[in-house]
């Protein structure tokens, strides 16, 4: 478990210094998502790499137990509400409004592209 | 026993303890209320403790600073989250590379719909321009967001609080409104969820379906990376 978490520490550290050193557009635990998982692609091609929380399903575990409390961890962030009441008082219902219009049109652009796509997709594959 | 039940509160209100353990408890009953509920979409455990928090927050006088002192633990591990996000992209890698086209296609058009769409209509709304800058980055998890907000100059908080209330907002829409124009894949709707409204989108698909839940999972991942590299990308064409 301890060593679990390291790992995923560790992921995070590292794509933090890189993103860093590189002054990369993008957010260090993005990068360590990405090492994390080309790590785990390379675990089931090298069996030295397959020790520790890399074996037995333990950094799986691990991640699992962060990720099943996910909505939690957003609280905090929301409850800045309080922060930002006057600029709320002002434009609370135009933010509102905005976020809701965007919510709804990125959700129909999205679940609409997928279908699509792979009707298409699934069309072009049959032997016609 | 302290004489004055005051100089306690002083004390208590001071500690991160007070406030790690109202987090957690409030958030605790707001989530076994969603479940007695049968998990309706209104009654979603993260709006609900937000409300509740920041109510005790303003009837206590209490700064953001402090509460903050206690929740920062909570906070602190949305990045480790981010990174374990790599375990669902790695454990559905066959059923992720089966689905890559329409996958892909659709990572790409929603991520930009979700920034433009955002930024358009706050434009429209004559919503002042740090503004507009902090609601940019609302699709994607809140660590990612304030991280791409800070390096456009934008206000860091609020767009942590344009993130949730994003997430809130999808995870309540989402699946009346897929049911009522009739999505049954639930790929399809997970990958839309997850990439819309995030963590909090991605808690609600797993409720909804497992299959859902893992492809919101993936969705919430990839976004993340393409977002922080578009956002800076559209918002000098946009904000032209």
Known sequence: ??????????????????????AMPIPGPVFGMLLLFILLLLRDRATLLARGPLQGGGVENAAKGLLAHLSLMFIPAGVG????????????????AVLAISVVITLLATVGTFLVIGRLMARNERPS | MNANPFALWVYLSQQPLLWLTVTLF??????????ATGRHPLANPVFHSMWIIAAFLLLTGTSYTTYFSGAQFVHFLLGPATVALAIPLYENRRTVLAAIVPMLAALVVGCITAIVSVVLLAKAFGLPKTVTLSLAPKSVT??????????????????????????????????????????????ARGFATGLASHGIGVARAFQVDPVAGVFAGIAMGLNALVTSLLVPLLITFLMR
Do not use: F, K, W
Request: proline fraction near 1%.
């Open chain 1, 1 to 22: 478990m301890i060593a679990s978490l390291c790992l995923i520490l560790l992921c995070q550290l590292a794509g933090e210094i890189i993103v860093r050193a590189l």
């Open chain 1, 81 to 96: 509400v309080v922060q930002r009441l006057d600029l709320l008082a002002e434009h609370g219902a135009a933010i509102v």
């Open chain 2, 26 to 35: 409030v958030y605790a009953t707001a989530d076994a209320l969603s479940l």
């Open chain 2, 142 to 187: 809140a660590g990612v967001a304030m991280g791409i907000s800070e390096s456009l100059g934008a206000d860091a908080s609020l767009a942590a609080v344009a993130v949730v209330l994003t997430g809130i907002m999808g995870a309540i829409i989402v699946t009346p409104m897929m049911n009522r124009i009739g999505i049954r894949d639930y790929r």
